[in-house]
């Protein structure tokens, strides 16, 4: 699966345009998603010193990411097509309806390819009440 990270409120509590402290498990995740064979790309409002000032925060931790800002590497502004819309699976951000579950959450949503729905509704409501309930998402 191809990830998008944003980093501020997300990987880092919101300093900005400073970097905040580590959000609990968030580097620790990242590396397992790596391993687990998942591309990631952070996806930042931050831009020029700022930005490759994140970037070298999350490398010095072991987070290296496939893209930044793009959706491949070698993509540019100017190449046809380009769009500051990435094409990715998923996008874990704080600003997500519901907020930044924690990491450990997101972690197993993505490896158990779980919903907000099945990790709330599992084993917690029995099947046929279930069924009879009307959802949101």
Not at 34 to 56: F, K, N, T, Y
Not at 115 to 124: A, L, M, P, S
């Amino acid at each position: 699966m191809t990830i998008a990270v944003d980093f501020d409120g997300t990987i880092v509590e919101h300093r900005y345009p400073r970097i905040g402290r580590e959000i609990p498990f968030a580097t620790d995740t990242l590396k397992l998603l790596q391993q687990d064979q998942h591309r990631l790309i952070l996806w930042s409002v931050r831009e020029g010193e700022l930005l490759e000032e994140a970037v070298a925060w999350c490398k010095e931790r072991g987070v290296e990411f496939y893209a930044v800002n793009r959706d491949y590497p070698e993509e540019k502004q100017q190449d046809c097509g380009f769009s500051r819309k990435l094409k990715v699976d998923l996008f874990i951000d704080d600003r997500n309806l519901g907020g930044l579950p924690d990491w450990g959450l997101i972690y197993q949503m993505i490896k158990e390819r779980k919903t907000f729905r099945d990790i709330y509704t599992q084993g917690n409501i029995p099947a046929e009440q279930n069924k009879k309930k009307k959802w949101w998402f």
